[in-house]
């Protein structure tokens, strides 16, 4: 069964940058898609970044231009590059790989503190 690790989560001032990565083992399949959702406290899960297994990328546009999401030539793996880190992107984020054959997987989260 699938599983997905993320790290590199931690607290770092604003205008900081920060690099997140999520590692995918016991996969039976090809992960069409990978990518990145957080959760602030009181909200929602939302959509930061995905990235397929051809490598289109898609972001939500309060992060677009400051974050960029890749995966290894393995792919499976995923980096989330954060720069220009603001207050507002404090969140436990989440790694997401939709499997063919397993469907959607989530990881644990790790933590991302943007403060002073």
């Known amino acids: 069964q699938v599983h997905l690790v993320e790290s590199g989560g931690g607290l770092v001032q604003p205008g900081g940058s920060l690099r997140l990565s999520c590692a995918a083992s016991?996969?039976?399949?090809?992960?069409?898609?990978m990518g990145w959702y957080r959760q602030a406290p009181g909200k929602q899960r939302d959509l930061v970044a995905t990235?397929?297994?051809?490598?289109?990328?898609n972001y939500v546009d309060s992060v677009e231009g400051r974050f960029t999401i890749s995966r290894d030539n393995a792919k499976n793996t995923v980096l989330l590059q954060m720069t220009s880190l603001a207050p507002e992107d404090t969140a436990v984020y989440y790694c997401?790989?939709?499997?063919?054959?397993?469907?959607?997987?989530w990881g644990q989260g790790t933590q991302v503190t943007v403060s002073s």
């Open positions: 016991g996969s039976i399949g090809i992960i069409a898609i």
């Open positions: 997401y790989a939709v499997v063919q054959r397993a469907g959607a997987v």
């Open positions: 990235i397929t297994v051809g490598g289109r990328t």
